[in-house]
Nanobody, 125 residues
Framework: QVQLVESGGGLVQDGGSLRLSCAASRRSISSYAIGWFRQAPGQEREFVSGISRSGGTTDYADSVKGRFTISRDNAKNTVSLQMNDLKPEDTAVYYC??????????????????WGQGTQVTVSS
């Protein structure tokens, strides 16, 4: 089974940028649609963005559309999430997840089979 490791989180000021990476090992990331989710303290995990196996189809939550960009490099076995114009409400632990059953990402966390350990993103006002 694939193992996923997120990196790139940190502390940034309101309006700043971060780039998260999701690196896969043991299996090729090209076999999976990938989703990014986030969870703030006391809140449910929510969908942020997703990308199809080929990278040709992407999806974004309304709250991040126009600010975040998801991409994948199957040759490097990674998926990235470029986050611009960050806001305090973006503060959360961010997780990448792999869906083995669909070529396309979905917005439901239960559709994903493998998860990384998460990376903290904190945006100060």
């Amino acid at each position: 089974q694939v193992q996923l490791v997120e990196s790139g989180g940190g502390l940034v000021q309101d309006g700043g940028s971060l780039r998260l990476s999701c690196a896969a090992s043991r299996r090729s990331i090209s076999s999976y649609a990938i989703g990014w989710f986030r969870q703030a303290p006391g809140q449910e995990r929510e969908f942020v963005s997703g990308i199809s196996r080929s990278g040709g189809t992407t999806d974004y939550a309304d709250s991040v559309k126009g600010r975040f960009t998801i991409s994948r490099d199957n040759a490097k076995n990674t998926v990235s999430l470029q986050m611009n114009d960050l806001k305090p409400e973006d503060t959360a632990v961010y997780y990448c997840a792999a869906n083995r059953n669909s070529a396309y990402s979905t917005r439901r966390a239960n559709d994903y089979d493998y998860w990384g350990q998460g990376t903290q993103v904190t945006v100060s006002s």
